[in-house]
């Protein structure tokens, strides 16, 4: 099956430094998605990628969609406390309209320290 | 919002009894999910449905059946509980996103076997 290997697995930084993340897998994908998950929450959907080499921002957080469709990065610059949470990515391969089904990677800790 | 409740939010259970937990949405979606989350794994597919009584197999299906008998709701029984089966879990349903479709998660139901 598709494998998501996101790296880092965690990561301890000081207040305000820039963090970067990111997911490669074996297959291509048609979206690419990044999920933040707060402490005893749900995955909340923080950007979406859609095509090839598309590069997005929310915020202070800015996301890519690799030119080879098999890897993406999150970038989050001048991090906050409220950063902390485990993030996700997910790639999804649309079969038109009938394979929803998103592959997770096994996601990203994020500890910062005021 | 895609109001999707997830009941209980917790439960402590004896090893050996069955346990039911429900995912209930309010929007009319086709696609529903459950997931499980531990430590190292991320998140784990283990079964999901496509519509009403149209369910099949995620990744971690095994000692998992699920229901689907009304649009809204989505069912997921332990069928034996065991001390494995301690984790939280998770309900999404498929939604459109821009030109894809993305997951809206549930808050969790964090499941302890004693």
């Known amino acids: 099956g598709q494998q998501l290997n996101q790296s880092p697995q965690s990561m301890f930084i000081q207040e305000g430094e820039d963090v970067s993340m990111n997911c490669t897998s074996s297959s291509i994908f048609n979206t690419w998605l990044w999920y933040k998950q707060d402490p005893g929450e749900g995955p909340v959907l923080l950007i979406a990628?859609?095509?090839?080499?598309e590069l997005t921002s929310n915020g202070r957080l800015t996301a890519q969609f690799g030119i080879t469709r098999k890897d993406s990065f999150l970038n989050i610059s001048a991090s906050i406390p409220s950063d902390v949470g485990i993030y996700f990515c997910?790639?999804?391969?649309?079969?038109?309209?009938?394979?929803?089904?998103?592959?997770f990677g096994k996601g990203t800790l994020l500890t910062v320290n005021p | 919002d895609a109001g999707i409740t997830q009941s209980p939010r917790h439960k402590v259970t004896e090893t050996g009894t069955p346990v039911t937990l429900r995912c209930h949405q309010t929007?009319?979606?086709?696609?529903m999910y459950w997931y499980r989350q531990d430590p190292g794994h991320g998140l784990r597919l283990i079964h999901y449905s496509y519509g009403v009584k149209d369910t099949d197999k995620g990744e971690v299906s095994d000692g998992y059946s699920v229901s689907r008998s009304k649009t809204e709701d989505f069912l997921l029984t332990l069928e034996s509980a065991t001390s494995s089966q301690t984790s939280v879990y998770f309900c999404?349903?498929?939604?459109?996103?821009?030109?894809?479709?993305?997951?809206?998660f549930g808050s969790g139901t964090r499941l302890t076997v004693v």
């Open positions: 999404a349903i498929s939604e459109p996103l821009g030109p894809s479709y993305g997951y809206t």
């Open positions: 929007e009319n979606h086709r696609y």
């Open positions: 997910a790639g999804q391969l649309d079969f038109g309209g009938s394979n929803y089904k998103l592959t």
């Open positions: 990628l859609y095509k090839a080499g």
